[in-house]
């Protein structure tokens, strides 16, 4: 197995820009996917591979990775993405998408 | 529409059984490799296991190996998850998710869960 790690907590000012990081050896490797997830909902992807969003996801979000590092940034943040973040990554094995980072909480001021 | 809806889960007692399952409807169910996430409550998400489209690769947590059995019926258009001496650190949501890998004919861009159900509850208490 391996370990991915976010900062446990975010805040950023309405309308601004924020950066949500995913630190872990296996992203020199591979991809970090990226979920949103509101209380009482299931998780939804918003940014997969290299910098790809699924359709209906806004183009306010982003994703970018260097070196074990990857980061989902939120370009003009609104009150709706308040959420909890979640990275995801192959584990060590590479055999399959088995680890979660520790989730952000964004909080939208 | 693309859907996963989970279903089986309910209260059980230390040491029970419960078997989930995952209802897909909308898409090719048996093109996919599926997969169970859990969250306890107020936790962040844990991958507990994988299976491959033809049920060829199976993977598992280390902290289910054992004593979890993921399965899959392509005719059913279902995922199930057999969870035999349950704990009280298996209190969870448990969700279905659906394995994409984003490829062209001639390279990769990165995989994901993407398609989520709604979970389903499951509580191990005495």
């Known amino acids: 197995s391996s370990e991915l790690t976010q900062d446990p907590a975010v805040s950023v000012a309405l309308g601004q820009t924020v950066r949500i990081t995913c630190q872990g050896d296996?992203?020199?490797?591979?991809?970090a996917s990226w979920y949103q997830q509101k209380p009482g909902q299931a998780p939804v992807l918003v940014i997969y591979?290299?910098?790809n969003r699924p359709s209906g996801i806004p183009d306010r979000f982003s994703g970018s990775s260097s070196g074990n590092t990857a980061s989902l940034t939120i370009t003009g943040a609104q009150a709706e993405d308040e959420a909890d973040y979640y990275c995801?990554?192959?584990?060590?094995?590479?055999?399959?998408?088995?680890?979660f980072g520790g989730g952000t909480k964004l909080t939208v001021l | 529409e693309v859907q996963l809806v989970e279903s089986g889960g309910g209260l059980v007692k230390p040491g029970g059984s419960l078997r989930l399952s995952c209802a897909a409807s909308?898409?090719?169910?048996?093109?996919?490799?599926m997969n169970w996430v859990r969250q306890a409550p107020g936790k962040g998400l844990e991958w507990v296991s994988s299976?491959?489209?033809?049920?060829?690769?199976?993977y598992y947590a280390d902290s289910v190996k054992g004593r979890f059995t993921i399965s899959r019926d392509n005719a059913k258009n279902s995922l199930y998850l057999q969870m035999n001496s349950l704990r009280a650190e298996d209190t969870a949501v448990y969700y279905c998710?659906?394995?994409?890998?984003?490829?062209?004919?001639?390279?990769?861009?990165?995989?994901?869960?993407?398609?989520w159900g709604q979970g389903t509850m499951v509580t191990v208490s005495s």
């Open positions: 591979g290299k910098n």
């Open positions: 909308g898409f090719t169910f048996s093109s996919y490799s």
């Open positions: 995801n990554s192959r584990d060590s094995s590479g055999n399959h998408l088995g680890v």
């Open positions: 299976i491959s489209s033809s049920s060829s690769y199976i």
């Open positions: 296996s992203l020199r490797s591979y991809y």
């Open positions: 998710a659906r394995y994409q890998q984003y490829c062209s004919s001639t390279s990769c861009n990165g995989d994901a869960f993407d398609i």
